[in-house]
């Protein structure tokens, strides 16, 4: 099992460009998220999704956009990058929300300068 | 607003020092309380749940408490691979989210 899969791991954008963050789960869990953590700060929640075709938004969400086609991916798309947007984002999901306990994959670290 | 403070920020033990990690929690309708370990360069790993006051939960060396205000974990006799950043979050009210606390970071030695 290789649980939650994030690519890439490391990634340079310039101010304005777009790019797609993927996480993969084979776990057949329903529920899947996205958090960002910047130093000193909580891990803050951007979306979430309850299941394929919902998705909802969380703490964080302006400047992305979600989608969940499948049960198995999540990908998290930064429409036009910002400096702001510089942080480590981690993918989450779990079997059954937030009853269940949250499996994150490695993160993914985003410079945007 | 719902609000997690974890202290201390930083704590260096040395091996078989035993110690306390305070989670305080200020939220309407507690739902669940978790604690996470996370080790650097990697995602937070999931150890524990408590659902209400009272309830203690043990693994190995860690032994996480809650009451209705606060949360510790507790880590009897450390070794140097308990060395990690230790995560406290909340889930309260209707909200399908978490609220992170902003960790502590542990370091056991020699």
């Known amino acids: 099992n290789a649980g939650v899969t994030q690519t890439p791991k490391f990634q340079v954008l310039k101010t304005g460009q777009s790019m797609t963050l993927q996480c993969a789960q084979d776990?057949?869990?329903?529920?899947m998220s996205w958090y960002r953590q910047d130093p000193g700060m909580g891990l803050r929640l951007i979306h979430y999704s309850v299941g394929a075709g919902i998705t909802d938004q969380g703490e964080v969400p302006n400047g992305y956009n979600v989608s969940r086609s499948t049960t198995e991916d999540f990908p998290l798309r930064l429409l036009s990058a910002a400096p702001s947007q510089t942080s480590v984002y981690f993918c989450?999901?779990?079997?059954?929300?937030?009853?269940?306990?949250?499996?994150f994959g490695n993160g993914t670290r985003l410079t945007v300068t | 607003e719902d609000q997690v403070t974890q202290s201390p920020e930083a704590l260096r033990l040395q091996e078989g020092e035993s110690s306390s990690l305070n989670c305080s929690y200020t939220v309407s309708g507690l739902r669940g309380l978790f604690w996470y370990r996370q080790d650097p360069g990697k995602g937070p790993e999931f150890l524990f749940t408590l659902y209400s006051a009272g309830e203690e939960k043990e693994k190995e060396r860690l032994k996480a408490t809650l009451t209705k205000k606060e949360s510790f974990l507790h880590i009897t006799a450390p070794k140097p691979e308990d060395s990690a950043t230790y995560l406290c979050a909340v889930w309260a009210g209707t909200a399908s989210k978490l609220t992170f606390g902003t960790g502590t970071r542990l370091q056991v030695t020699l």
């Open positions: 989450a999901s779990s079997y059954r929300g937030l009853n269940s306990p949250l499996h």
């Open positions: 776990m057949n869990h329903e529920y």
